[in-house]
Each structure stands twice: as C-alpha cells, then as structure tokens.
C-alpha cells in the first residue's frame, strides 16, 4: 500500500485565502520535504524538515514524526501559488528513498 | 553552489528505439544520485539511485538501466522503448552518507513522448 496520504487531491481558493494540505503516513518517517511542481515540471523545494516547523513567507510547514503526518499551510494565497504540491518523505538517513505523495492540484482563483 | 543539469530537455522517440538521457551535477563531489519517473499526471516514483562511481542499484523495474560513469554523472538508458516509457523524467542528488542532510535536489526534468 502507499506509504504516504496526501489530501487533498485537488483545492481551489480565492486570491487572499489559505488552506492546508495533509500528508498521512503509513511507516515512521524521519524527514519530509515539500515540493511545488510548476508547468514546465521543475520541482521547487519549498521545506526540508527533519522535525518541527518552518515557516518561508505565506507557507509554513509542520512534520510530526510521532503522530505520522506534516502540513503545509498556505496562506494569502496568490495566482503563482497554482500548481501541484507533492509530499515526499523518507524513512532511512543517508541514502534517502523518499516516497511521493500523490499530490495535491491547488488552482488560485482572482 | 551546486547546480544539476539533465539533458535532453525533452525527446519523441518510436517505439523500439534506444535513449539515452543523461544527469550532471557540478559543485558537489560523491553526491547520492537518483532517477525518478513521473507518468502524466501521476507522483514520482524512484527508479534508481547511486552512491558511488560504477554501483547503481534497481529500485523499480521499467525494462530500463542506469549507469554511473562519474561522480558526478548519472545516465538513464534503454535499448528498446515502450509506450509505457513515456513521461517526465527527473534526475536528483542529495548528500552522500555523512553528509549534512538527506534533501533531495532535483534537475529541471527530461520529457518523454514515445509514439
């Protein structure tokens, strides 16, 4: 089965709003990142977290090892905020096999 | 800085055809490489990764192969494509065991359109 949830699948907001998106996980993770996909398919690293909380401008994410999940938290969302957010987590040090959240479709509407 | 570069940018190839793509990373010496595979509108999945020069190991199986000639070289082939092959491909590093972290930093993708 798929090691990591991510909802959800698909959310729209209005210019200024925010939301969260959720990546659940089956195993114990030790890191995650969070990436945004832009339409030429480049993966943008937004957070790297290990434990704990970052925050970078409107976005802010949480990893909690020990209850499986990390958040990302949008805020003021604006029109080049559109694209698809992937979760990706990793559960050895070193090598790092990271598995992909299936991702999540956030279109900003004006 | 470091910087990744995979080429080509994007291919169409027959079906049965060879390719070849290939993945460069300068600024960093015995990075972890990998190749990730991304059909349209699906998640990444991991089909290789390296360590060091002349040892790659399989993590999927996609009728494809991978090789590392140099450090800081990472190159994605097949002799015979299928339709099946189509898709995004992305090449990524991360530090090598020890190192500080375990991020992973792609390259900007190689599309794959097999007719």
């Known amino acids: 089965g798929d090691q990591v949830e991510q909802s959800p699948s698909a959310l729209s907001l209005h210019e200024g709003t925010g939301s969260a998106l959720r990546c659940n996980f089956t195993?114990?993770?030790?890191?995650v990142q969070w990436f945004q996909q832009n339409s030429r398919g480049s993966l943008i690293n937004l957070f790297y977290l290990a434990s704990g909380t970052k925050e970078n401008g409107r976005l802010k994410s949480t990893f909690n090892s020990k209850e499986s999940y990390s958040t990302l938290h949008i805020r003021d969302a604006q029109l080049e905020d559109s694209g698809t957010y992937f979760c990706a987590a990793g559960s050895n040090t070193g090598y790092q096999n990271f598995y992909f959240g299936k991702g999540t479709s956030l279109t900003v509407i004006p | 800085a470091q910087t990744i570069h995979q080429w080509p940018v994007a291919e169409i190839k027959a079906v049965g055809s060879p390719l070849s793509l290939g993945c460069t990373i300068k600024g960093k010496s015995s990075p972890n490489l990998y190749w990730y595979w991304q059909a349209t509108g699906g998640t990444l999945q991991q089909l290789f990764y390296?360590?060091?020069?002349?040892?790659v190991e399989s993590v999927v199986q996609l009728n494809l192969s991978a090789s590392r000639p140099k450090d800081d070289q990472f190159i994605l082939s097949t002799e015979k494509l299928l339709l099946s092959h189509s898709g995004f491909y992305l090449c990524?590093?991360?530090?090598?065991?020890?190192?500080?972290?375990?991020?992973?930093?792609f390259g900007e993708g190689s599309k794959l359109t097999v007719l």
């Open positions: 195993t114990t993770m030790r890191a």
């Open positions: 990524a590093w991360s530090h090598g065991l020890g190192g500080a972290t375990g991020q992973l930093y």
């Open positions: 390296s360590i060091t020069v002349g040892q």
